[in-house]
T-cell receptor
Framework: AQSVTQLGSHVSVSEGALVLLRCNYSSSVPPYLFWYVQYPNQGLQLLLKYTTGATLVKGINGFEAEFKKSETSFHLTKPSAHMSDAAEYFCAVSGNAGGTSYGKLTFGQGTILTVHP | DAGVTQSPTHLIKTRGQQVTLRCSPKSGHDTVSWYQQALGQGPQFIFQYYEEEERQRGNFPDRFSGHQFPNYSSELNVNALLLGDSALYLC???????????????FGPGTRLTVT
């Protein structure tokens, strides 16, 4: 079974400040990891993903995340927050190719990011 | 290039009724997954269709069923609606599961279902 825990249901930062959204996962197999963003009344947009290879992955809109196997973490960061970053962010895990949970995304509960001027 | 589309946008049903939601995948995609997102929660996996067959299923009762058509579009059917079925239903499309390394799910805007 797989699970995702996002620490902090709400995170508030000032414009220009560092954004750090935390995600820890549990998986019995090497995971694929994802961060999605959801704006109000919209679907989910993929920010970035980790499947294999380099553990530091860069995504859209200046976001990046680092896969740390020893810590079972995949925290999302952005050096300087912008007002347009205000949204809800979801971390998700799936099994890797060939595994029984491949293709099934398990999501965390989400973190609402608020950006103050 | 059209992304994932879903219809209808909003729907209001009464307890005990049946509902059908529709999804058209992103051009070139052949796999469709459905998720339920209750208010204030993360999406939960319902099932996935590939080659017109249900390939994986989450922890949802048999009241939830689906179908995939030869053009890869998909329907989600929910019978005997309960108040707890009120949620945003998201459809996601992707390439075939066997293409390791190319795996990404693209989500549609969702259908907001309200059961009264």
């Amino acid at each position: 079974a797989q699970s995702v825990t996002q620490l902090g249901s709400h995170v508030s930062v000032s414009e220009g400040a560092l954004v750090l959204l935390r995600c820890n996962y549990s998986s019995s197999v090497p995971p694929y990891l994802f961060w999605y963003v959801q704006y109000p009344n919209q679907g989910l947009q993929l920010l970035l993903k980790y499947t294999t290879g380099a553990t530091l992955v860069k995504g859209i809109n200046g976001f990046e995340a680092e896969f740390k196997k020893s810590e079972t973490s995949f925290h999302l960061t952005k050096p300087s927050a912008h007002m347009s970053d205000a949204a809800e962010y979801f971390c998700a895990v799936s099994g890797n190719a060939g595994g029984t949970s491949y293709g099934k995304l398990t999501f965390g509960q989400g973190t609402i990011l608020t950006v103050h001027p | 290039d059209a992304g994932v589309t879903q219809s209808p946008t909003h729907l209001i049903k009464t307890r005990g009724q049946q509902v059908t939601l529709r999804c058209s995948p992103k051009s070139g995609h052949d796999t469709v997954s459905w998720y339920q997102q209750a208010l204030g929660q993360g999406p939960q996996f319902i099932f996935q269709y590939y080659e017109e067959e249900e390939r994986q299923r989450g922890n949802f009762p048999d009241r939830f069923s689906g179908h995939q058509f030869p053009n890869y579009s998909s329907e989600l059917n929910v019978n005997a609606l309960l108040l707890g079925d009120s949620a945003l239903y998201l459809c996601a499309s992707s390439l075939a599961m066997g293409l390791a390394g190319s795996y990404e799910q693209y989500f549609g805007p969702g259908t907001r279902l309200t059961v009264t």
